[in-house]
């Protein structure tokens, strides 16, 4: 079986840093994508950035919210997706998951995507 594990949340002040990580285990070959996604109460879950491999390069998208404030970095040896968070903002708050895609198992061919349990991001004001 594939895991995804968060780490990193917490409660911090607005203005504030956290970095998230995440590790993918299990028996797998590869990863096309990795990101992190938030969920805040009543809301959809919304996409914060991702990285997407593609040949030795990599792609990297944010959401509009979250630009020039997160960064986003994988290690691809680790199976590893973080995500630097500055300048944080009440309206962060959220449940933040990690996502990957595009998984190639031993299982076989066929590619699966896998998401964390989750890690509480809360902003005070």
């Known amino acids: 079986q594939v895991q995804l594990v968060e780490s990193g949340g917490g409660l911090v002040q607005p203005g504030g840093s956290l970095r998230l990580s995440c590790a993918a285990s299990g028996s797998i070959f590869s990863i096309n994508g990795m990101g992190w996604y938030r969920q805040a109460p009543g809301k959809q879950r919304e996409l914060v950035a991702d990285?997407?491999?593609?040949?030795?390069?990599?792609?990297?998208e944010y959401a509009d919210s979250v630009k020039g404030r997160f960064t986003i970095s994988r290690d691809n040896a680790k199976n590893t997706v973080y995500l630097q968070m500055n300048s944080l903002k009440p309206e962060d708050t959220a449940v933040y998951y990690c996502?990957?895609?595009?998984?190639?198992?031993?299982?076989?061919?066929?590619?699966?995507?896998?998401w964390g349990q989750g890690t509480q991001v809360t902003v005070s004001s």
């Open positions: 996502n990957a895609q595009g998984v190639r198992t031993a299982w076989g061919p066929r590619l699966s995507d896998y």
């Open positions: 990285i997407t491999s593609g040949g030795s390069t990599n792609y990297v």
